[in-house]
């Protein structure tokens, strides 16, 4: 036994006192355990567990609280965690960057091993030191709860806590349950009451480095295109203050134009290296996985590059709206749950996003105007200016964001949906300094939506032919599919295009009625463009009116006042203010389920 390990005997006794679990350091004191918080300066002590089996429990809860004053081991999602290293490529090479990784059985043992020196007694009685218990290692990593300090990701370089203070000492910070790990780089202190002016100079620092980069066409012009990329810059410095964030699309007519160097610009600032990309397959399962992958790792970021398809739905939807989600593991039949709070951005030339999405982004366009942007020649490599200069940029990015804290002063700007503590962060603080709003680039996303797109023509095409006239889904498909005349064709081309896109038969030439009833009844109460959709009766075979919100004379028409005659006279108007045929009973759902404008 080493000379520097000391327990508790009893004189009395013939050996050492069997008293459950009695902890000691290397001075022989008893041990009062630690909070985990790394900012100490001094070693943490090595304690003495004398190991009883019939005991575990005790010892089990021992030898936690000594992990906890070691420090280094954390619980995230209710797996035991440490710091590790993780290996991404980048368009630079494989690189090495920080990341949380489940502790394995013997990955445990080593950390115990380093906390803890478990003692007990040979068969004659004497006390000897003892290898790490495999039964403790595996009874601390089942417990239902654990008192290991909680971590919920891991930063290179300092950011705001969510109540806008400034969290720029190294270490695991208790209040955002944080690890800031800035990898040997000195950061400037960040001002806690900078002013407006300092901001200005701020902004003026950001702008220098993208100012040779064509936004939507324009070098050096402000635009809510060059907005989105200093949102982009500072929301990856913060991600970690707020639950949700929008997407960042970033998007070019033709490749080579740059798009790429504004996320490797953001990376370089806020984690010291290049962006490291994934590919969005046609296999939902492996996309699926990635996603798990990325969420469970505690990096925090997820860049898809070179999206070649319209991309909307699953979980890619969930990660820019709810806190959490349910993600697979290769090899486990459980799927845990885990935080969303990454930072989400995506690249692609011409990007298309369809369905929910859309109302969840923002979009860069990178315009070169030129048949071959690669060709362009510049003085400066911004993405290896800043690497080099990080702790510049990371300064000027919070500058920005304190000063407009600590001013008092409030934008008034729309709303952004989820993302109102975002906006508050990040994009009033833009608006602030005189920039314009990156929020308005969210309509382009939803103006090119091909399912919206779709859904408007369909609609149009149904109104064109019924006028506001209820009809079932058959007699649709009857009308559609009707001959113009014997030299071949539709009369009516439009509806028949239109409805055979969204419900076509196996044949590949005719329209599957069960399946445009369907695709009506997903699209109940939905608007497009002008259009909207009414499902009318309340047991099949439903009915289908289409309103144009743009014909509507008089919206606030009361469906009470509606002639409830056998048949509304064509002349007149129904409910939705435009001329329609309707039965009682159809009236009476459609008083009972009125649409209301927005």
């Not at 030191?129 to 417990?143: A, D, F, G, Q, Y």
């Amino acid at each position: 036994m080493e000379n520097n390990l000391e327990v508790n005997v009893d004189a009395t006794d013939q050996g050492p006192k069997k008293e459950p679990c009695k902890i000691l350091d290397l001075t022989g004191k008893p041990f009062s355990g630690g909070t985990g918080q790394s900012q100490a300066n001094t070693e943490p002590s090595k304690v003495v567990i004398y190991w009883l089996p019939e005991d575990e429990e005790h010892s089990v809860y021992a030898a936690e609280r000594a992990l906890i004053n070691a420090g280094g081991v954390y619980e995230r999602l209710g797996k035991i965690v440490c710091l590790g290293v993780a290996r991404g490529k980048t368009k630079g090479g494989i690189i090495k960057f920080p990341s949380l990784v489940e502790l394995s059985d013997y990955g445990m043992r080593l950390k115990l091993s380093g906390a803890v020196q478990f003692m007990g007694e040979n068969d004659f009685g004497k006390l000897i030191s003892l290898h790490t218990p495999m039964e403790v290692v595996r009874m601390l990593k089942s417990k239902e709860s654990s008192n290991l300090p909680v971590v919920s990701g891991i930063i290179t370089a300092p950011t705001l806590r969510d109540d806008g203070s400034i969290l720029q000492v190294p270490g695991y910070d208790k209040e955002s349950c944080l690890i800031f790990d800035p990898k040997g780089i000195q950061f400037l202190p960040v001002p806690e009451t900078p002013t407006k002016e300092e901001a200005q100079a701020a902004l003026g620092t950001l702008l220098n480095i993208i100012r040779s980069f064509p936004f939507d066409g324009h070098i050096g012009q402000a635009c809510p295109e060059r907005s989105v990329a200093l949102a982009f810059f500072l929301t990856a410095l913060v991600r970690k203050a707020f639950l949700f964030a929008p997407g960042f699309a970033f998007d070019a007519p033709t490749p080579r134009s740059g798009k790429g160097k504004l996320i490797n610009i953001a990376y370089a600032i806020a984690y010291g290296h290049r962006a490291v990309v994934s590919n969005w397959t046609t296999n939902e399962e492996e996309n699926e996985k990635m996603l798990g992958a990325v969420m469970l790792s505690g990096v925090g970021t997820l860049s898809i590059d070179n999206i070649e398809r319209p991309l909307g739905g699953g979980l890619i939807s969930k990660l820019l709206t709810e806190e959490s989600a349910s993600v697979r593991i290769l090899g486990r039949s459980k799927n845990p749950v885990a935080s969303t709070d990454i930072l989400v951005s995506f690249t692609g030339n011409n990007l298309k996003f369809k369905d929910d999405i859309t109302a969840r982004l923002i979009k860069c366009r990178i315009d070169a105007r030129m048949e071959n942007p690669e060709e362009r020649k510049f003085d400066w490599e911004p993405v290896t200016y800043a690497l080099a200069h990080r702790a510049e940029l990371a300064h000027a990015a919070l500058t920005i964001l304190r000063a407009y804290i600590v001013s008092g002063e409030r934008v008034q700007c729309m709303p952004c949906g989820d993302y109102t503590d975002w906006s508050q962060m990040v994009r009033e603080p833009l608006i602030w300094l005189g920039e314009p709003d990156p929020w308005l680039t969210n309509k382009v996303c939803k103006s090119d939506d091909p399912v919206q797109e779709n859904r408007e023509a369909i609609f149009r095409a149904i109104f064109s032919v019924y006028f506001g006239k209820p009809k079932i889904s058959k007699e649709m498909v009857e009308d559609a599919s009707q001959p113009k005349d014997h030299t071949g064709g539709h009369l009516y081309p439009e509806l028949f295009s239109s409805l055979i896109s969204v419900a076509r038969n196996k044949d590949g030439l005719t329209i599957d009625g069960t399946e445009l009833g369907k695709w009506l009844g997903d699209n109940v109460d939905k608007i497009a463009g002008s259009y909207t959709l009414h499902k009318i009766g309340k047991r099949t075979p439903y009915k289908w009116v289409v309103e144009d919100l743009d014909m509507v004379e008089d919206a606030d028409i009361p469906l009470d006042d509606v002639d409830d005659s056998p048949y509304v006279e064509p002349t007149s108007k129904g409910p939705f203010g435009h001329t329609i045929w309707a039965t009682p009973e159809e009236l009476d759902s459609m008083k009972a389920h009125p649409k209301k404008r927005t």
